[in-house]
């Protein structure tokens, strides 16, 4: 059984379209979060919800806007896509927001902005 | 701002050497360390965090890092490496301050030769 999934595993698209991907964690985990990896594998946090509430957005433009429907799921929708979007994008979950809380990973979706 | 630093960018050893991944850390109180391991298409995976107390902390797989706060690194070794642990190596840093917030380092490519 897959602990966090994410779909689509690839994403290719126009730029200025819109898109969405989707995390589900069957974990049971309270805290969910979004990751992006740029093309230099630098890994950085964009969102984190918690109980469903958002707890940390890190300046990510408002072009990106996460929604969690419940607590299993965390889906990100990207409007307006631009070329430097193209990342490879985590979803993570973890039983509660403190640091000391292992976050489990899921295995990526790479978005390709043509 | 707390920061991370991974001075290699690609290393290769061979089967059965040994291994020691560098990690630095800039952070004024004592920070909350961690180090990932993400295979080839994959998801992050946690081998090993420090908190507090020994600073030499055991984790999966093998791995052992130990935190030096007259370095301020948190190096990650192993005995003798095998082929499977061909992967990017991420340390990361958290501070009590921002709750769930872990900030990564740019990753080490480590390489297996035969």
């Known amino acids: 059984d897959t602990a966090v999934s994410q779909t689509p595993k690839y994403l290719v698209t126009q730029m200025g379209n819109d898109k969405s991907i989707k995390c589900e964690q069957n974990?049971?985990?309270?805290?969910m979060y979004w990751y992006k990896q740029d093309s230099k594998k630098f890994l950085k946090i964009m969102f984190s919800?918690?109980?469903?509430?958002?707890?940390i957005n890190e300046t990510v433009p408002n072009r990106f806007s996460p929604k969690s429907p419940d607590k299993a799921h965390l889906n990100l929708h990207i409007n307006s896509l631009e070329l430097g979007d193209s990342a490879v994008y985590f979803c993570?979950?973890?039983?509660?927001?403190?640091?000391?809380?292992?976050?489990?990973f899921g295995p990526g979706t790479r978005l390709t902005v043509l | 701002a707390q920061s991370v630093t991974q001075p290699d960018i690609h290393i290769t050893v061979s089967e059965g050497a040994s291994l020691e991944l560098r990690c630095n850390y800039s952070?004024?109180?004592?920070?909350?360390l961690f180090w990932y391991v993400q295979s080839p298409g994959q998801g992050l995976q946690l081998l090993l965090k420090?908190?507090?107390?020994?600073?030499l902390v055991q984790g999966i797989k093998g791995f052992e890092a130990e935190f030096k706060r007259s370095q301020s690194s948190f190096n990650l070794r192993k005995p003798s490496v095998h082929w499977s642990d061909a992967a990017e190596y991420f340390c990361?840093?958290?501070?009590?301050?921002?709750?769930?917030?872990?900030?990564f380092g740019s990753g080490t490519r480590l390489s297996i030769r035969p």
């Open positions: 993570a979950s973890s039983q509660g927001d403190s640091f000391n809380n292992e976050q489990f």
């Open positions: 974990l049971g985990h309270d805290t």
């Open positions: 919800y918690n109980n469903k509430e958002l707890i």
């Open positions: 952070y004024g109180a004592t920070p909350y």
């Open positions: 420090y908190f507090s107390g020994d600073t």
């Open positions: 990361a840093v958290a501070t009590y301050s921002s709750a769930s917030k872990i900030i």
